[in-house]
């Protein structure tokens, strides 16, 4: 038993067994890419919910593949009796203990995040400071694109001890937040009115969605926070900027001044 | 509210019913789940082939056109359904049920209301010129507008401009009615105006009234009214393709066999009357697939005039170009909200540059989704590219009406 018994379980393996077995992998790669390619392609021709849930199935269906992959190439490889897979699991289980133990840890971890769905495609997270929507999730990280188009990776290991905000959870309905900082000393009232109209108003708005408008006072500024939910998640930027800019328009027709928040914190 | 369905007509079938009672017509399962399929093979065939965006029809059957659609189609008489409508609402008011001074019909776009409201014998409020006003211009010229005895707003959609400076009409005039300070009125509100203030004013409650949905049954009694009147020469209307009957409306001693196809309209359409006519005009031929199939037996059973009618899988509805941007969805959704705008008021409720919304506006026009009033320079959706245009708004999360 000094070779814990791999000699025998490996002899029966022939040359056509390998060819076999070289075959079925190579036809689920074939597979899985085609899965990671057409889904996402179909889900970009398609909007609202239908789109998340087809992103949603790419990482689920990776995996089934690589599962029925697995159960079928053991068979053709070695005999499936309790000793072999003593042996081979065992093998397994030393090999990414020591060698990989950090790869083990993002493999195990992105398993779970197909369970406990932390994140999804097409939702916008932010880990370690970092936000960005998540493009895919592969079998040890996730690929996350920042609003400035940058893709980082982030391995499934994180999960573990990181805290990780979810915008919008596997839905379309993302918050946003427009924030302004108006010279003091005006009708506060009023202008929460108006700004409620500037966001009822914007074309890229969910009027379906909650609406809100906060204002609270800082130092030097009546601090406004325009609440509400873009069309889609990937226009954000544009929502944003959208409000903004009608909301200057109001306080430019109305007389109130614009405090720049730089200006704010430096005094 | 025992008294929320009044008497029924068949120029209204249905009746008037209050808006939590609308519901889409029936269909099976299987309908709706190959519905489902179709719409999102349509979502991903608009990429591939944007040449095949508008109304086609997929067979070779000469077209009724002219004075034979005229005949066997014709556009619904806004005065009938304005006396029906006044009716409706007397009786509602005889049983208690509209205790306002003001009567709210929110109606889906084409459902022929502000034509009917037009012809009431009451003095018709046209919006101003300039609807960006402040609050003090709107009190103002509510004042002057609402002073001179009964009064009737066809279409609300047309007295305000989402825009921050365009809202201040309306919500002066739904304070008004809150409080019964706005005189003797009737309004006709589009749903999607109605949805939009509902959402921004979610204490309104006027207590609209809608048109009930018209269901399979319901759009063949409509269909053979407008097309025979009172009966005086009845209308026969068969399949092209396996000469079952779809008008006249069924008896209960006929024998003949009938088409599920009213029913199929009637889902298509989701009740809207001005969509299922617009469709069925399409859908008329003058003659079968095949001529010999026309028995002497059945040409006893019924006669008077007689066309025949392509199934609706014959039809390729007008639908949406896919874009890379959202500007085609802004400019359909606005022209939706306000009942038609000219290019000025889209800029102004858009947000977007004249030249940019010409362009779209060509587009969607080559697509039959939208058609200019020559008259006023309004551009409009059309009934035909309604159905695809409101899914198309709802998949991609705008706000659209509950009809």
């Known amino acids: 038993m000094g070779d814990f018994g791999f000699k025998e379980t490996f002899s029966s393996i022939t040359s056509d067994a390998l060819l076999e077995a070289l075959a079925v992998v190579i036809l689920a790669s074939v597979l899985i890419m085609l899965v990671q390619k057409l889904i996402p392609a179909l889900a970009g021709k398609l909007g609202g919910k239908l789109r998340l849930y087809l992103l949603a199935s790419v990482p689920l269906l990776r995996l089934l593949i690589i599962v029925l992959t697995i159960v079928t190439v053991v068979p053709i490889l070695v005999e499936p009796s309790f000793e072999n897979m003593v042996a081979i699991f065992g093998a397994l289980g030393l090999a990414l203990g020591f060698a990989f133990k950090d790869y083990a840890n993002s493999l195990i971890a992105g398993i779970v995040t197909l369970y406990e769905m932390p994140y999804r495609p097409g939702d916008w997270i932010e880990v370690n400071g970092r936000y960005g929507e998540v493009r895919s999730i592969g079998t040890r990280a996730a690929e996350i694109v920042t609003l400035d188009d940058t893709v980082i990776v982030i391995p499934h290991s994180l999960l573990w001890n990181t805290l990780l905000a979810n915008g919008n959870d596997g839905t379309d309905n993302l918050m946003c937040v427009a924030e302004l900082h108006l010279d003091p000393n005006h009708n506060v009232a009023r202008m929460q009115h108006l700004f409620r109209d500037v966001v009822f108003t914007c074309p890229l708005t969910k009027t379906y969605q909650p609406v809100v408008v906060t204002v609270s006072a800082t130092d030097d500024a009546m601090r406004y926070r325009l609440k509400a939910y873009p069309l889609e998640p990937r226009e954000q930027s544009r929502f944003i900027s959208d409000l903004t800019a009608r909301a200057a328009d109001v306080c430019a027709r109305e007389g109130v001044r614009m405090v720049s928040k730089r200006v704010t914190d430096a005094a | ?403």
Not at chain 2, 60 to 70: A, E, H, I, V, W
Not at chain 2, 235 to 252: C, E, I, K, N, W
């Open chain 2, 1 to 403: 509210m025992a008294n929320d369905v009044v008497e029924d007509h068949p120029y209204l079938p249905g009746g008037l019913i209050t808006l939590d009672q609308w519901k889409t017509p029936e269909t099976s399962v299987q309908k709706s789940i190959r519905g489902a399929f179709r719409d999102i093979l349509d979502q991903l065939r608009a990429g591939i082939s944007p040449e095949e965006q508008a109304f086609q029809s997929l067979d070779d059957l000469p077209m009724l056109s002219g004075d034979r659609l005229r005949e066997f189609a014709p556009e619904p008489d806004a005065a009938l359904l304005a006396k029906v409508l006044v009716d409706q609402f007397d009786q509602l008011c005889r049983d208690g049920a509209g205790h306002r001074e003001v009567s709210f019909v929110v109606a889906p776009p084409f459902s022929g209301v502000p034509e009917a409201l037009r012809c009431l014998s009451r003095r018709v409020l046209t919006p101003p010129d300039n609807l960006l006003m402040t609050e003090q211009d709107a009190g103002r010229w509510w004042d002057e507008q609402l002073s001179g005895g009964d009064w009737a707003i066809p279409e609300l959609a047309d007295f305000w401009l989402r825009h921050p400076a365009g809202l201040n009409l309306l919500r002066e005039l739904f304070a008004r009615i809150a409080l019964d300070h706005a005189g003797n009125g009737m309004v006709g509100c589009s749903s999607w105006c109605w949805q939009f203030w509902r959402q921004y004013s979610p204490e309104l409650s006027l207590a609209p009234y809608t048109l009930a949905p018209l269901t399979g049954e319901q759009l063949t009694r409509w269909l053979d009214y407008l097309a025979s009147g009172d009966g005086e020469q009845q209308v026969t209307a068969r399949m092209t393709r396996d000469g079952l009957y779809v008008l006249p409306a069924p008896r209960q001693d006929s024998d003949l066999k009938y088409s599920s196809f009213n029913q199929d309209l009637a889902t298509l359409a989701r009740g809207n009357r001005g969509v299922a006519l617009a469709i069925w005009q399409r859908t008329l031929r003058a003659r079968p697939e095949k001529d010999d199939e026309d028995s002497g037996k059945e040409a006893v059973l019924v006669a008077g005039r007689r066309c025949w009618v392509a199934p609706l899988d014959q039809l390729s509805l007008p639908s949406v170009p896919a874009s890379a941007g959202r500007q085609p969805s802004h400019i359909l959704h606005a022209l939706l909200l306000h009942d038609g705008l000219n290019t000025e008021q889209l800029a102004l409720a858009t947000g977007m540059q004249k030249p940019d919304i010409a362009l779209t506006l060509d587009r969607l026009i080559r697509a039959e989704l939208v058609g200019r009033d020559q008259a006023s320079d309004v551009y409009r959706v059309t009934p035909l590219g309604y159905p695809a245009v409101r899914k198309n708004l709802q998949a991609r999360g705008y706000p659209v009406d509950g009809f």
